[in-house]
């Protein structure tokens, strides 16, 4: 057993447990591993262990890395959107979780080559005064209209990046604003199956609020090399 398959066998288990304490299934959340700033041989050896999603935030090292790799893997950028780079993650990535206007939407789309599938999107929301940005809750709805109209993306769901939090109670609050935001939009007919939320210091708190999906860097690969 690898080092990176230990890890993911106690990541499941904390995932099983929160799920067990929600009332939910284990099985209604999937793992984005975080692969910033850890190299090719540790994406092989996560791949090899059964994740097959990667989360990078860095553009010119996930375009670094991504000929090297496995061409099973599905790509999600989780990095800040910049308008200058939206062409490269147009056409080398498979998810943008970190869309947050509608300019960036619009060039997402218009640079989307045509014989890829649409770009998955998920819409980051500032649920608290947290400095990762995203969208106002208030403006999501708006933005939710203006990504589902464009042919080359799919708006997938929500994500969020809350300010890190000292216990579970502090650490729900903005993740269960996140989740009545997702039930108002599918509620409208969207039909959004992924709430992107939760990581290594805050899953089970993520999970008890609805996570689809946590994204995990940590607790898998071990600390980020300098």
Known sequence: ??????????????????????????????ILAVSKRHGVDAIHEAYAAGLKAMGENYLQEALTKMPQCDRGIEW??????????????????????????????????????????PLNICLQVCTDAS???????????????????LPRLRLRGLM????????????RAPLRRLKQLFDQLNADGYGLDTLSMGMTDD??????EGSTMVRVGTALFGPRPE
């Open 1 to 30: 057993m690898t080092r990176i398959t230990k890890h993911l066998v106690n990541l499941q288990k904390r995932i099983a447990r929160a799920a067990a304490a929600a009332g939910r299934n284990e099985n209604e959340v999937s």
């Open 76 to 117: 999600h950028y989780i990095g800040r959107v910049q308008s200058n780079k939206t062409r490269p993650l147009a056409e080398h990535f498979d998810w943008v979780q970190t869309v947050a206007s509608s300019k960036t939407a619009r060039r997402l789309n218009d640079q989307r080559p045509a014989n890829l599938a």
């Open 131 to 149: 400095e990762h940005g995203g969208v106002s809750p208030a403006e999501t709805a708006a933005l939710a209209a203006a990504v589902a109209g």
């Open 160 to 171: 969020t990046i809350p300010a890190p939090a000292g216990d579970e109670t502090a650490q």
């Open 203 to 208: 899953l089970e708190a993520a999970i008890a």
